[in-house]
């Protein structure tokens, strides 16, 4: 474990050996995109509100009228236009950027995998992936998140990781921001007296997320799972460039293979709206069965499922899924991933659900897990 890194570290601004530099012009290009997505967001919460406030006889407009009322209207389609273009932008941006510097990346890769290690990779050759993940480039994600090219490859590690960056700070997040100490710190308010001995982080990516976890569990093993091989192998040369000990095994969060009751807190961070509706309670299932007794189960993901939530609020995200990549958003906003829980064997009175805002941004994270 590294001495000089602590949890706040961890965060949107985190360098390392093998963050890619930007020149003037990748500066000018991610940042005019930073800018435009900002701009059609503050965009949508003015003009298109108050286009559809205008145009309906509801003093809260529901999401069907909402549609209805933006279904005819020139302004949306332009401003719909845009944001898929401004996230198509951002893509050939990062990737003229990164493919640049791909082979100097992958020499500084090499070196760290030369060196002795903190953690460890486990990667399983021919592993079945199932067809969503194939078929589906999540974000518009060049290649999507299981892109692999060789057995040395990199690179959908590194979009990932470049892509979020300017994805999130285009929707007003700052760079201090860190989904995994959001979660701590609801851990620590709600469960004080959690103390885990082991830490599966589901679907971890290039496992951004479950450095932040291994820092402020520092006496825990940490592990996070992933089905993207490239992912995998740059999060596990990532971490060890942190000085950070992670132990990262390529596996379906359907299927982890892990033994009964080896962990104590399981997290999944942005997972759940990635998956389809049975593969999600599943997952519960899984979590029911990993989780030894008195540990605590949590999944981050984004607020789209209040029931009160406005129908224009509804409507503007669940834009995802027709235009963004996003096959399964709307199938999570409609469903209950507490109902989910009580059916894989947690207790109902220890199933918990909470909107908590952003470390360093706008934006409300949606919780809900459950204590064993």
Not at 228 to 239: F, K, N, T, V
Not at 337 to 362: H, I, M
């Amino acid at each position: 474990m590294s001495a000089t890194l602590r949890l706040e570290d961890m965060n949107r601004s985190t360098r390392h050996e093998l963050t890619p530099t930007e020149c003037t012009e990748d500066r000018a290009r991610l940042g005019f995109v930073m800018h435009l997505k900002r701009g059609l967001g503050a965009l949508g919460q003015t003009r298109l509100r108050a286009l559809v406030s205008a145009r309906s006889d509801e003093d809260l407009p529901s999401q069907s009228v909402t549609a209805d009322i933006l279904g005819q209207s020139t302004a949306f389609a332009a401003w719909s236009s845009l944001n898929r273009g401004s996230q198509r932008r951002m893509w050939i941006a990062l990737a003229d950027m990164v493919d640049r510097q791909l082979p100097a990346l992958e020499s500084q890769a090499a070196k760290l995998d030369g060196r002795e290690k903190r953690g460890s990779l486990r990667l399983v050759p021919d592993v079945e992936l199932p067809g969503y993940l194939l078929e589906t480039a999540f974000h518009g994600q060049p290649g999507g998140y299981v892109d692999t090219r060789d057995e040395r490859d990199i690179r959908a590690g590194l979009l990932q990781e470049a892509g979020g960056t300017v994805y999130t700070r285009g929707a007003g997040t700052g760079r201090k921001d860190s989904k995994a100490q959001a979660v701590v710190r609801y851990l620590d308010a709600n469960f004080p007296d959690l103390r885990p001995r082991r830490v599966l982080d589901l679907g971890c990516g290039f496992g951004g997320q479950t450095c932040g976890y291994a820092l402020a569990y520092p006496d825990a093993e940490t592990y996070g799972i992933d089905l993207g091989e490239a992912q995998l192998r740059y999060g596990h040369l990532r971490a060890e460039s942190l000085g950070i000990a992670l132990h990262l095994r390529q596996a379906d969060a359907c299927a982890p293979g892990f033994p009964d009751g080896h962990f104590d807190l399981i997290i999944s961070n942005i997972l759940l709206h990635e998956v389809p509706t049975a593969s999600m309670r599943e997952i519960m299932r899984q979590c029911h069965r990993l989780l030894a007794p008195g540990g605590v189960v949590i999944h981050q993901d984004v607020p789209t499922q209040v029931d009160a939530m406005p129908g224009f609020a509804r409507h503007m995200a669940l834009w995802q899924t027709a235009h963004n990549d996003e096959p399964f958003w709307t199938d999570f906003a409609e469903s209950s991933v507490t109902d989910a829980l009580a059916e894989a064997g947690f207790n109902s009175d220890a199933v918990f659900e909470a909107y908590v805002p952003q470390v360093d941004g706008p934006l409300t994270w949606y919780f809900v897990g459950a204590r064993h």
